[in-house]
């Protein structure tokens, strides 16, 4: 996979459903390593920039739309003798409205 600084990154996505000039989706991401800006940079180099990424993308220097990238639910793993830690957090304002152009009716067990 694509890596920042020449090493190797990892990540599985469900690519958009349709490309084309000036049309906005949402796309399911999972990292596979914790590399830094991992999803950004596989994101812009496929030529699907996050929404308001103003380093990889095309998104401005200040102000808004801010970046519109979400983590819906973190798994920790805490030993094998418990469950892991499940933290899941409801969808920004900020990204209501584009989710909601996308096809997003509201409802949070959607937006995976």
Not at 44 to 61: C, E, K, L, S, T
Not at 82 to 111: F, I, N, Y
């Amino acid at each position: 996979g694509l890596g920042v600084g020449g090493q190797n990154g990892s990540l599985t996505l469900d690519p958009p459903a349709e490309e084309g000039a000036g049309r906005l989706t949402w796309m399911a991401l999972e990292p596979v390593t914790g590399r830094t800006h991992q999803l950004r940079v596989h994101c812009a180099a496929m030529g699907w920039p996050i929404f308001g990424d103003n380093i990889y993308g095309n998104g401005p220097r200040f102000g808004d739309p801010t970046l519109h990238l979400h983590a819906r639910e973190i798994v920790i793993p805490l030993s094998r003798n418990k469950p892991p830690v499940v933290v899941t957090a409801p969808v920004p304002a900020h990204l209501q409205q584009r989710m909601m152009e996308c096809g997003w009716t509201g409802d949070s067990a959607e937006a995976t």
